[in-house]
T-cell receptor, first 111, second 115 residues
């Protein structure tokens, strides 16, 4: 079983749609969680950290369910510019700063 | 102005050759990393250094050797290149790996193609 699992998609949605991605992680001792965004042929960039209480940044909402060991990302009112790959990332419990990346979920927003 | 810069951006070489990728960060960070992204888009950690000290050394072939002359630089040397080494290699840095919720800053990647 992969340490961090995501549905690779692609998710094809029209502009204005709401789309949600889920991610599961295997190590219950994991403490820190993130969503990174990677545009085609570019480097990953931090989109947002994921906190236990859930957090929102504009049209983006991230949630964490520790009991089920899954993380979600909700994008409301999708824009063309949201088209990218969204990487679910978990900080390893090894205290070495090791980040474990999921394969990523590809989102294509269509006009 | 580039925060994390790596060179070259593209590297095309023959099997068996030795090559290096250089990385520099001007953010004043203590920790630097090398990640490999394969054709299936998985990003996997290879190495990390904190202030020139090796922290993470994942199971990679010993043909790969990182070198950190100072905390602003982390270079990657690869000996006897193989076809399977073809991938995108990303350098990254963070303030200090011991801080939770650390943000990683990535370089723009080096596309390595081994022929």
């Amino acid at each position: 079983r992969k340490e961090v699992e995501q549905d690779p998609g692609p998710f094809n949605v029209p502009e204005g749609a709401t789309v949600a991605f889920n991610c599961t992680y295997s190590n219950s001792a994991s403490q820190s969680f993130f969503w990174y965004r990677q545009d085609c042929r570019k480097e990953p960039k931090l989109l947002m950290s994921v906190y236990s209480s859930g957090n929102e940044d504009g049209r983006f909402t991230a949630q964490l369910n520790r009991a089920s060991q899954y993380i979600s990302l909700l994008i409301r009112d999708s824009k063309l510019s949201d088209s990218a790959t969204y990487l679910c990332v978990v900080l390893s419990s090894s205290n070495t700063g090791k980040l474990i990346f999921g394969q990523g979920t590809t989102l294509q927003v269509k006009p | 102005d580039t925060a994390v810069s790596q060179t070259p951006k593209y590297l095309v070489t023959q099997m068996g050759n030795d090559k290096s990728i250089k990385c520099e960060q001007n953010l004043g960070h203590d920790t630097m990393y090398w990640y490999k992204q394969d054709s299936k888009k998985f990003l996997k950690i290879m190495f990390s250094y904190n202030n020139k000290e090796l922290i993470i050394n994942e199971t990679v072939p010993n043909r790969f050797s990182p070198k950190s002359p100072d905390k602003a630089h982390l270079n990657l040397h690869i000996n006897s290149l193989e076809l399977g080494d073809s991938a995108v290699y990303f350098c990254a840095s963070s303030q200090d790996y011991r801080v939770a919720n650390e943000k990683l800053f990535f370089g723009s990647g080096t596309q390595l193609s081994v022929l």
